[in-house]
């Protein structure tokens, strides 16, 4: 009996070893690998954030899906991802990035939380103008809330629609 124990035990470590290690993707990863993200991860791409974003943090990423940025208009969004852009693309980006790792209570009991950017993003029910969708995703490097709008700076207006002649 004990020989039977003993190799099946044997037998056993080699699938063990072959399990992979339980990790979670960092918050880049993580939205890459969500075709929801598709515009948020283009952008970060654009705004050269991502070394930034794969870093150690924490960090909380509240992420605009890609309905959120459809609310801006193609045409901002294809306005906002040229190079020439970069800065203004950042800025509306960091603000979407506060230092820390936050979960949806932590949020719940805040009033404000101040971003990479520098400003701060009223908390409450809502996030500034933004309603959460999904909440406490966790990563290597910190934690992603799911929002239903673009966060824009209060430094810098919302970038319009172009205006069509007729």
Known sequence: MRL??????LLALPLLAASPVQRH????DIAAGND???TLVAAVKAAGLVETLKGDGPFTVFAPT?????LLGDDAIERLLRP?????LTAILTYHVVPGEYKARDIGRLDELKTVNGEA???GSR???????????????????VIDRVLMPREMPAPRRAQRSH
């Open 127 to 145: 996030v500034d103008n933004a309603q959460l969708l999904s909440t406490d995703i966790e990563a290597s490097n910190g934690v992603i809330h």
């Open 4 to 9: 039977r124990i003993s190799l099946f035990a």
């Open 25 to 28: 993707d960092d918050i880049v």
């Open 66 to 70: 890609n309905d959120a940025f459809a």
């Open 84 to 88: 020439e852009n970069r800065a203004q």
């Open 36 to 38: 929801n993200f598709a």
């Open 121 to 123: 993003l009223s908390l």
